[in-house]
């Protein structure tokens, strides 16, 4: 590995700030090892073709690794094919493209985040009441595992009965209108689970509006979801790091090229962050700490 080596980012979307943390992860610790990074980004937030078509940029300037959190599970393909071809070796983060060629996939448990999630929200209210979920965005490979995580939890309070569910595609607008549409015909619920801090947004957006309030249990654990926790609008916000996956990505993906055997998954534990651990959050991905590579390896679950 010379100290040109390349390593070409590809995220999602510029709006959902989980991914500034994941941008910023992966170049911090590309930085520490004095490697260079180049980014790409749909302008179209989570858009497939889009996405594809950045590969392929990123391809044309034969990055050392690739680092890609990507749009969908089985719509990438033939871009990904032409990623094994050009023999850069790909490391992802937030969820796995199938069949995978990754070195290193890094993410978490989806469905138990969201069982925990679920859970929270169902004992904070009593065991009683009336809930309504957002979920993700339908091409995302978190959003279906999260979906049957949050169901799965409530399944255990008979007193919980869930309203209705609706998508938000990981967006604040689109969460807003879906709810607001939801609001119009059903009232306010007791409680909301959104599968993303970014649609928690636009959830208060409509609750603002009406001066109203409802309990929302969200995730990421966004600076801007830390922020709603501390002033009461989130009870609490699953921490899906990914600033820290993206990192670690990076970090595998440096090791790689040094020759060393890196983990084929590394998973991070499910944390929910609410007013009782905020400290470690509540500053701005810049000045948050990530999860250590040696602590992965250790606690983390490695295939």
Known sequence: ????????????????????????????????????????????????????????????????????????????????????????????????????SAVTFVGSDDWALARDMATRLAKHLGEQGDIVIINGHPDASTSAPRAAGFREGLAAFPGITICAERRGYYQRDPAAEAFEQLVSAQGVPDGVLTANDFMARGVWDVLESRETSSIVVSANATPEGVSMIKDGRILASAAFDAMSMAGLAAEAAVRYLRGEIVPRSMMLPAILVDQDNLEYWDRPYEERSMYPWGDALAKCVVA
Do not use: W
């Not at 992860?25 to 937030?45: I, N, W, Y």
């Not at 034969?62 to 680092?67: G, I, K, Q, S």
């Not at 089985?74 to 490391?91: D, N, Q, R, S, Y």
């Open 1 to 100: 590995m010379s100290a040109n080596s390349l390593v070409a980012i590809i995220t999602k979307n510029r709006t959902n700030s989980a991914y500034v943390g994941a941008r910023s992860g992966a170049d911090r610790v590309l930085s520490a090892h004095a490697l260079s990074s180049v980014h790409f980004v749909p302008e179209k937030p989570d858009d497939i073709a889009e996405q594809c078509g950045l590969v392929r940029q990123a391809i044309k300037l034969r990055p050392n690794a690739m680092v890609l959190a990507p749009a969908h599970a089985t719509k990438m393909t033939e871009a990904l094919e032409e990623v094994h071809a050009a023999g850069i070796p790909l490391f992802c983060v937030v969820s796995e493209p199938e069949p995978s």
